[in-house]
């Protein structure tokens, strides 16, 4: 049986036990990961996984079942016990969910790769996470680490309106770090983030950030981060980074505007938002210069695809425009709900859960000026690069980031280093607030976005580059 | 075919391709069904039926792992040949501590037949219950039942089965910007009363209308057990594992007098019926702080090894992370293992143990939960988060007047070091995990000082 066949059963199936609409996604993954500690590897994991989900709608609600099995039985058996689940939500049932209607989607997508990082040899992976972290650990560091992660995965979606696409998307990156410890503290650097970077692309993503080239400079600053002075607190000018920036995006605007927590769905966990359906298209979340845009059709980015979960093709969107909230993530059942025509940003992380709204790539456009720029028109400020802490609230709202290293900024210049910066705010004031903006951008990508119940990990891309903020809190300590 | 004839038979497919090398196997079958629900309607209903195979192997001074959910002989057969490729090239591993010696597990806690086959007709009454009691306020959060068997075997002989089950149930009500929460969890699905927990969820929605802005600043508090649990969680991952001990990250001291004397923090995956750990290694109770003085931490057989003391049975599976507790618990007062029983009350605050501490606080923050709680450095184990659903003065021993939420950044080792308990609750309670895969149980707790850095609406 091919998958789309296994799928076509289990759509079949649970139409046949009473669902007015079903899906179906067959997903074959391929995981490969490599820690290293201390010049030594510490874990090689190689995962495998297959199976069915099949999501069938009854009255208001979502039914899914899930199985490691695609023979005729198991893919039918899922398909009817989706459905018999769905009915079951009856017993605390609400208005019958609606789907925005859309062309069914065919076709195949694949994401570019110049070099399959599944074919790379393992010793070459495996040398150059021992060779980076020894260097890291002769440089100074206490503790050094890296780490490649790589997924390969090929997912075939069939739905009962017509839709049968078929996808293999790629995805790789990595990243070092130095820890430096002292008296009652930690430091720690990190390259080229403290995620590392990853993006829908093959290991020549990998080859790019050439890991070799910073593992001594990490090693020194975390080094030197214990000897530094504490950021000072109070308000000042922030200059941000852009790996900073682009998971301030993410926290503070791309959960914010999913259309999932803005309608109450996420609300006993991960939370809301403060965004209103009515003040879309009218309300200021930030400055002029702020342009954010919804694009799962970035080559190379996290956050890529040709289709959602749901089937809808990629396409960009714009979330905010000059400042002003235009946009949403959106899937077809919310979408219907909020009287909105678009769908397109549902996914799940595997076979075996629902698909749901999540971030693809959701980022800046560039703006008018370089980080030398920036830096060189201010007079007194911080810089402040790389996160190492994140906190915002479940409305989305109220943030606190910490920073790996912080600079003094005084007359154009970027002086001492500070170590433990921090920075707090609520959200449209600081984005309101920005009003340098770098043409700098990259793609960063987020491998490890948590949302839903069971929980489910998200790749997400933030394109971001350095950008200023005027007179933010800095300095909050314990 | 049972997890432990898979087991067996991947043990035997990957000894036939290298008869040198050390192997384990574990096989597990996880049955999850979760009835999420929102605006106080059933709109996420799902389960699954996953098993998975994990080969871990050791040959030649290199180590490997591989894993798959294809279960069939060919998938069985392709994972034992990848991960014997994979071991034949990967880097040296010299820290490799062989795989766990021949052990017996102690008793665990007998699985309940009706949380293990749980219906979602089940699931859904008891959110009907959950939505009813909540009186016309907006209902959100999840019923799940969960259940697990599975094998474990490697290359000394080591050969063990488990079973365990648990239910739980999460949820809030809502009303104006306000909410409360109530959540449970037990190896029993009869425990669950999903209109108790309603009810209470929907008590401080009630009491908590037209909250006031307190100035930031060090405040006196009462933390409900779910904020507890959030300092269970932090110290589990950051003071607790070995391998943070070991490269010196950890707050941990051992046989230092790093907390109050009241706090005594056991683990005890034992409970909640998990026999073994990922490495085969038998569960135990540990004692991780007795009376105030940390006298262990957890450790996988790596980590172990390299501390020159033997494991605690917490492998996770994840070496990055390390070993960490499974099953953390703060010893509800007066200091013994027999907590008294949760009894209801009146009004915003949870339970007569949290209400007891409550009474003696001259003035105060009665806190429901923690969000979003991030470690700054965790070594201090200064973390910043917020507080949610639900936040009161308390004043000469009453709730006075509902608070907007705070930021706080406070160091969770100085909000219990000596001095700064002032008391426990009576009534621990079981609560379900979230992010990590992990159980609290957690009473009440009075502290002497918390920083709250500021209100969270700015």
Same mark, same amino acid.
């Not at chain 1, 972290?133 to 390969?152: C, P």
């Given at each position: 049986?091919?998958?789309?066949?296994?799928?076509?059963?289990?759509?079949?199936?649970?139409?046949?036990?009473?669902?007015?609409?079903?899906?179906?996604?067959?997903?074959?993954?391929?995981?490969?990961?490599?820690?290293?500690?201390?010049?030594?590897?510490?874990?090689?994991?190689?995962?495998?996984?297959?199976?069915?989900?099949?999501?069938?709608?009854?009255?208001?609600?979502?039914?899914?079942?899930?199985?490691?099995?695609?023979?005729?039985?198991?893919?039918?058996?899922?398909?009817?016990?989706?459905?018999?689940?769905?009915?079951?939500?009856?017993?605390?049932?609400?208005?019958?969910?609606?789907?925005?209607?859309?062309?069914?989607?065919?076709?195949?997508?694949?994401?570019?790769?110049?070099?399959?990082?599944?074919?790379?040899?393992?010793?070459?992976?495996?040398?150059?996470?021992?060779?980076?972290?020894?260097?890291?650990?002769?440089?100074?560091?206490?503790?050094?680490?890296?780490?490649?992660?790589?997924?390969?995965?090929?997912?075939?979606?069939?739905?009962?309106?017509?839709?049968?696409?078929?996808?293999?998307?790629?995805?790789?990156?990595?990243?070092?770090?130095?820890?430096?410890?002292?008296?009652?503290?930690?430091?720690?650097?990190?390259?080229?983030?403290?995620?590392?970077?990853?993006?829908?692309?093959?290991?020549?993503?990998?080859?790019?950030?050439?890991?070799?080239?910073?593992?001594?400079?990490?090693?020194?600053?975390?080094?030197?981060?214990?000897?530094?002075?504490?950021?000072?607190?109070?308000?000042?000018?922030?200059?941000?980074?852009?790996?900073?920036?682009?998971?301030?995006?993410?926290?503070?605007?791309?959960?914010?505007?999913?259309?999932?927590?803005?309608?109450?769905?996420?609300?006993?966990?991960?939370?809301?938002?403060?965004?209103?359906?009515?003040?879309?298209?009218?309300?200021?979340?930030?400055?002029?210069?702020?342009?954010?845009?919804?694009?799962?059709?970035?080559?190379?980015?996290?956050?890529?695809?040709?289709?959602?979960?749901?089937?809808?093709?990629?396409?960009?969107?714009?979330?905010?425009?000059?400042?002003?909230?235009?946009?949403?993530?959106?899937?077809?059942?919310?979408?219907?709900?909020?009287?909105?025509?678009?769908?397109?940003?549902?996914?799940?992380?595997?076979?075996?859960?629902?698909?749901?709204?999540?971030?693809?790539?959701?980022?800046?456009?560039?703006?008018?000026?370089?980080?030398?720029?920036?830096?060189?028109?201010?007079?007194?400020?911080?810089?402040?690069?790389?996160?190492?802490?994140?906190?915002?609230?479940?409305?989305?709202?109220?943030?606190?980031?910490?920073?790996?290293?912080?600079?003094?900024?005084?007359?154009?210049?970027?002086?001492?280093?500070?170590?433990?910066?921090?920075?707090?705010?609520?959200?449209?004031?600081?984005?309101?607030?920005?009003?340098?903006?770098?043409?700098?951008?990259?793609?960063?990508?987020?491998?490890?976005?948590?949302?839903?119940?069971?929980?489910?990990?998200?790749?997400?891309?933030?394109?971001?580059?350095?950008?200023?903020?005027?007179?933010?809190?800095?300095?909050?300590?314990? | 075919?049972?997890?432990?004839?898979?087991?067996?038979?991947?043990?035997?497919?990957?000894?036939?391709?290298?008869?040198?090398?050390?192997?384990?196997?574990?096989?597990?079958?996880?049955?999850?069904?979760?009835?999420?629900?929102?605006?106080?309607?059933?709109?996420?209903?799902?389960?699954?039926?996953?098993?998975?195979?994990?080969?871990?192997?050791?040959?030649?001074?290199?180590?490997?792992?591989?894993?798959?959910?294809?279960?069939?002989?060919?998938?069985?057969?392709?994972?034992?040949?990848?991960?014997?490729?994979?071991?034949?090239?990967?880097?040296?591993?010299?820290?490799?501590?062989?795989?766990?010696?021949?052990?017996?597990?102690?008793?665990?806690?007998?699985?309940?037949?009706?949380?293990?086959?749980?219906?979602?007709?089940?699931?859904?009454?008891?959110?009907?219950?959950?939505?009813?009691?909540?009186?016309?306020?907006?209902?959100?959060?999840?019923?799940?039942?969960?259940?697990?068997?599975?094998?474990?075997?490697?290359?000394?002989?080591?050969?063990?089965?488990?079973?365990?089950?648990?239910?739980?149930?999460?949820?809030?009500?809502?009303?104006?910007?306000?909410?409360?929460?109530?959540?449970?969890?037990?190896?029993?699905? %009869?425990?669950?009363?999903?209109? !108790?927990? &309603?009810?209470? @969820?929907?008590?401080? +929605?009630? /009491?908590?209308?037209?909250? *006031?802005?307190?100035?930031?600043?060090?405040?006196?508090?009462?933390?409900?057990?779910?904020?507890?649990?959030?300092?269970?969680?932090?110290?589990?991952?950051?003071?607790?594992?070995?391998?943070?001990?070991?490269?010196?990250?950890?707050?941990?001291?051992?046989?230092?007098?790093?907390?109050?004397?009241?706090?005594?923090?056991?683990?005890?995956?034992?409970?909640?019926?998990?026999?073994?750990?990922?490495?085969?290694?038998?569960?135990?109770?540990?004692?991780?702080?007795?009376?105030?003085?940390?006298?262990?931490?957890?450790?996988?057989?790596?980590?172990?090894?390299?501390?020159?003391?033997?494991?605690?049975?917490?492998?996770?599976?994840?070496?990055?992370?390390?070993?960490?507790?499974?099953?953390?618990?703060?010893?509800?007062?007066?200091?013994?293992?027999? %907590?008294?029983?949760?009894?209801? !009350?009146? &009004?915003?605050? @949870?339970?007569?143990? +949290?209400? /007891?501490?409550?009474?003696? *606080?001259?003035?105060?923050?009665?806190?429901?939960?923690?969000?979003?709680?991030?470690?700054?450095?965790?070594?201090?184990?200064?973390?910043?988060?917020?507080?949610?659903?639900?936040?009161?003065?308390?004043?000469?021993?009453?709730?006075?007047?509902?608070?907007?939420?705070?930021?706080?950044?406070?160091?969770?080792?100085?909000?219990?070091?000596?001095?700064?308990?002032?008391?426990?609750?009576?009534?621990?309670?079981?609560?379900?995990?979230?992010?990590?895969?992990?159980?609290?149980?957690?009473?009440?707790?009075?502290?002497?000082?918390?920083?709250?850095?500021?209100?969270?609406?700015?």
């Amino acid at each position: 049986m091919s998958e789309f066949d296994a799928a076509t059963a289990g759509v079949q199936a649970a139409l046949d036990a009473g669902a007015r609409y079903a899906d179906a996604r067959v997903m074959h993954r391929r995981y490969e990961a490599m820690a290293a500690r201390n010049g030594a590897v510490e874990d090689l994991v190689q995962r495998e996984d297959a199976g069915i989900g099949v999501r069938a709608l009854v009255g208001s609600g979502w039914g899914f079942f899930a199985v490691p099995d695609l023979s005729d039985a198991a893919v039918r058996q899922a398909g009817h016990q989706a459905a018999e689940i769905a009915a079951a939500s009856a017993r605390v049932a609400g208005a019958p969910t609606e789907l925005v209607a859309g062309q069914p989607s065919t076709g195949s997508w694949a994401s570019e790769c110049e070099i399959d990082p599944l074919g790379v040899a393992l010793s070459e992976k495996g040398d150059l996470m021992v060779r980076t972290t020894g260097t890291i650990r002769e440089n100074g560091a206490d503790l050094a680490e890296g780490l490649y992660q790589i997924w390969d995965t090929s997912k075939w979606l069939v739905s009962s309106e017509g839709h049968r696409v078929d996808q293999h998307i790629r995805e790789s990156g990595a990243g070092i770090s130095a820890t430096a410890i002292g008296d009652g503290e930690t430091q720690r650097r990190t390259y080229p983030a403290a995620r590392g970077q990853y993006g829908t692309r093959g290991w020549e993503l990998v080859d790019e950030l050439d890991l070799d080239a910073h593992a001594v400079r990490i090693a020194e600053e975390a080094r030197g981060l214990l000897s530094a002075p504490p950021c000072p607190a109070g308000e000042t000018t922030l200059i941000l980074g852009a790996e900073q920036l682009a998971l301030q995006i993410h926290e503070s605007v791309g959960h914010a505007i999913e259309l999932d927590r803005i309608l109450g769905w996420e609300a006993a966990f991960a939370g809301t938002s403060w965004l209103d359906l009515a003040q879309l298209g009218a309300l200021q979340f930030g400055s002029a210069l702020m342009n954010i845009t919804i694009d799962p059709t970035i080559p190379g980015a996290l956050g890529s695809f040709g289709f959602d979960d749901e089937g809808t093709p990629a396409a960009p969107r714009d979330a905010v425009r000059e400042g002003r909230w235009v946009g949403v993530l959106a899937g077809r059942d919310s979408a219907a709900v909020a009287g909105l025509d678009y769908g397109g940003s549902v996914r799940a992380d595997g076979w075996a859960r629902l698909p749901m709204v999540r971030m693809t790539n959701v980022g800046l456009e560039p703006g008018p000026h370089t980080f030398d720029e920036i830096v060189a028109a201010t007079d007194d400020g911080i810089f402040m690069d790389t996160n190492r802490s994140w906190s915002i609230d479940d409305r989305r709202l109220n943030f606190q980031f910490g920073c790996e290293v912080g600079y003094e900024v005084k007359n154009g210049k970027l002086g001492r280093m500070f170590r433990n910066p921090t920075y707090t705010g609520i959200g449209p004031q600081f984005w309101r607030s920005m009003d340098m903006l770098s043409s700098e951008i990259v793609p960063w990508g987020t491998p490890n976005c948590g949302k839903g119940q069971p929980g489910q990990v998200g790749h997400t891309g933030h394109p971001a580059a350095p950008a200023r903020f005027r007179n933010v809190r800095v300095g909050v300590t314990a | 075919v049972s997890e432990l004839a898979i087991a067996q038979q991947t043990l035997e497919l990957t000894t036939s391709a290298a008869p040198r090398a050390e192997v384990e196997v574990a096989v597990d079958r996880s049955r999850l069904a979760l009835t999420r629900f929102a605006n106080s309607v059933i709109h996420q209903n799902v389960a699954d039926d996953t098993t998975s195979v994990r080969i871990r192997m050791h040959l030649d001074g290199r180590t490997a792992s591989g894993s798959s959910t294809l279960t069939g002989e060919a998938g069985l057969a392709a994972l034992a040949t990848r991960t014997v490729d994979a071991v034949r090239v990967a880097p040296f591993d010299p820290g490799w501590p062989g795989v766990a010696p021949r052990a017996v597990p102690g008793p665990v806690a007998a699985v309940d037949p009706a949380t293990a086959d749980a219906t979602a007709e089940a699931r859904a009454s008891l959110v009907r219950s959950f939505v009813d009691a909540a009186g016309g306020l907006e209902a959100a959060g999840y019923c799940r039942t969960s259940h697990w068997t599975g094998a474990f075997v490697n290359s000394l002989g080591q050969e063990l089965t488990g079973e365990s089950a648990e239910a739980s149930m999460d949820g809030i009500a809502r009303q104006a910007g306000v909410d409360g929460v109530a959540r449970l969890a037990s190896s029993r699905l %009869a425990d669950i009363d999903g209109g !108790v927990l &309603g009810a209470r @969820a929907a008590a401080k +929605v009630q /009491a908590g209308a037209d909250p *006031v802005e307190l100035p930031p600043g060090h405040y006196e508090v009462v933390l409900e057990p779910a904020a507890v649990a959030d300092l269970l969680q932090n110290l589990a991952v950051w003071c607790f594992s070995g391998k943070a001990l070991n490269e010196r990250r950890s707050f941990a001291e051992l046989d230092a007098a790093q907390f109050d004397a009241r706090v005594t923090l056991v683990d005890d995956p034992l409970i909640a019926g998990d026999g073994y750990d990922t490495e085969g290694t038998p569960h135990q109770r540990l004692v991780l702080v007795d009376e105030g003085t940390t006298v262990a931490v957890c450790h996988d057989r790596r980590t172990a090894t390299e501390a020159g003391t033997t494991s605690t049975g917490n492998a996770t599976g994840a070496a990055s992370w390390g070993a960490f507790p499974l099953h953390l618990q703060l010893l509800a007062a007066p200091g013994g293992d027999g %907590a008294a029983a949760v009894t209801e !009350v009146d &009004g915003p605050v @949870a339970d007569m143990g +949290v209400a /007891a501490l409550v009474a003696s *606080v001259t003035r105060g923050v009665l806190v429901t939960d923690f969000w979003y709680t991030r470690v700054l450095d965790p070594k201090t184990l200064a973390i910043t988060g917020l507080t949610r659903n639900g936040v009161w003065l308390i004043e000469d021993g009453e709730v006075t007047q509902p608070l907007r939420n705070f930021r706080f950044t406070q160091s969770y080792s100085q909000a219990l070091e000596a001095g700064a308990v002032l008391g426990v609750g009576s009534a621990a309670v079981h609560l379900p995990d979230s992010w990590v895969s992990a159980r609290w149980t957690a009473p009440a707790l009075h502290l002497a000082s918390w920083n709250f850095t500021g209100g969270a609406s700015g």
